[in-house]
């Protein structure tokens, strides 16, 4: 609760429980606070957490500490989603991600390449297909990317976002198996 925009844990959970099987691997990009990864340690599975904001790395790690019996030690490192170098083509069983809502949360001040800091949506639709093309070459064939994202509003006008986001991912290549509406309620314009 003390990271903006933090992923509900019982969606990341929903998502890992339906889509992989224990001991398959997860890649967590965007990695932020760590609630999937703290999911993936919670029910088997490897995972790995990317981020290129190097906060947010250090809030995972700490986040990541806590005793039990587990399977996998989960691997949390820095990197960028659009070149996701070190991890293998076809080598991934399931990805799921968050990603920032343009500029509405700025998760850094002046990380080079933080995509929470773009405003334009094209130039974040474009920077974020990046790495949905790295997404699709680390995916195992009939495997399964969960993107939560959401819908916004700029200067009272409401911007599309989670279609703009999948239409990039339909683009390249990823096909829709479903689309999962998260109501929000208490919010000023709901």
Do not use: W
């Amino acid at each position: 609760p003390k990271y903006r925009g933090n992923f509900a844990p019982q969606i990341a959970r929903n998502a890992i429980l339906r889509y992989s099987k224990e001991g398959d691997t997860v890649l967590v990009p965007m990695v932020g606070s760590g609630t999937t990864l703290i999911e993936t340690r919670l029910l088997n599975r490897k995972g790995i957490g990317i981020d290129i904001n190097k906060n947010a790395l250090d809030i995972t790690l700490q986040n990541l500490k806590f005793e039990g019996e587990f399977k996998y030690t989960q691997t949390v490192k820095k990197g960028d989603v659009r070149n996701l170098k070190g991890i293998k083509d076809n080598s991934i069983d399931l990805i799921v991600t968050h990603p920032p809502y343009l500029n509405i949360i700025n998760y850094s001040e002046d990380t080079e390449g933080d995509l929470s800091l773009i405003s334009n949506i094209t130039k974040f639709c474009d920077e974020l297909e990046k790495g949905i093309k790295e997404f699709l070459r680390v995916l195992k064939e009939n495997k399964f990317c969960a993107i939560l994202i959401g819908d916004t509003r700029k200067s009272c006008h409401y911007i599309p976002l989670a279609y703009y986001v999948m239409e990039r991912f339909l683009k390249n290549g990823f096909i829709l198996r479903e689309d999962i509406i998260k109501t929000q309620h208490n919010c000023n314009s709901t």
